[in-house]
């Protein structure tokens, strides 16, 4: 992702890092940020792990192609 990226690009991009620092976390750790703010199993958890996962899609299609 190089060059001007649009707003909604910038999103995906914070929400793939924010999905990676957790996945870190847990891996070193055994901390689940995203679990001990939204709660374990909740609606808002579940969302906001796939918005990560869409994130990380877009972030694949980005290498290829800008917005």
């Known amino acids: 992702m190089t060059g001007q990226q649009c707003f ?11 999905g990676a620092l957790n996945w870190g976390l847990v891996g070193l750790l055994d901390l ?7 709660g374990v199993g909740t ?20 290498c290829f192609k800008l917005c």
Do not use: H, P, R
């Not at 689940?32 to 939204?38: A, D, G, R």
């Not at 579940?46 to 299609?61: N, T």
């Open 43 to 62: 609606a808002a958890t579940k969302a906001v792990y796939i918005l990560v996962g869409v994130s990380g899609l877009a972030v694949i299609a980005s």
């Open 8 to 18: 909604v690009c910038k999103i995906f991009c914070l929400l793939t890092v924010v």
């Open 32 to 38: 689940n940020v995203v679990e001990q703010v939204l």
